[in-house]
């Protein structure tokens, strides 16, 4: 069984700074890339960054680019998001996902394992 397990969300001030994590377990499985998307309420999940797995291309959507950073650590099976400047509409559940055959699409579809979230909240 695959597993992807995000931390490091939390509560913080509009032009603060967040981290976030996710981890790689389970069964040896090849991933084409990783990706970060989050739903805010009554919203629906949207693509936030993604990363090529073997050669560390990123992409980003256009709200975050320029404030998230996306990187890897293969050694670890760890990707993360680093998120600067954050805004309170940045709020949402983030979730990490897992790309078996594309890399850097930003469609959810692409992606064929999640995991269960973490919460990220940005005060005014």
């Known amino acids: 069984q695959v597993q992807l397990v995000e931390s490091g969300g939390g509560l913080v001030q509009a032009g603060g700074s967040l981290r976030l994590s996710c981890a790689r377990s389970g069964r040896t499985f090849s991933s084409r890339a990783m990706g970060w998307f989050r739903q805010a309420p009554g919203k629906e999940r949207e693509f936030v960054a993604a990363i090529g797995w073997s050669d560390g291309n990123t992409y980003y959507a256009d709200s975050v680019k320029g404030r998230f950073t996306m990187s890897r650590d293969n050694a670890k099976s760890t990707v993360y998001l680093r998120m600067n400047s954050l805004k309170p509409q940045d709020t949402a559940v983030y979730y990490c996902?897992?790309?078996?055959?594309?890399?850097?699409?930003?469609?959810?579809?692409?992606?064929?394992?999640w995991g269960q979230g973490t919460q990220v909240t940005v005060s005014s």
């Open positions: 996902a897992a790309s078996l055959y594309f890399s850097g699409s930003y469609n959810r579809g692409d992606y064929d394992y």
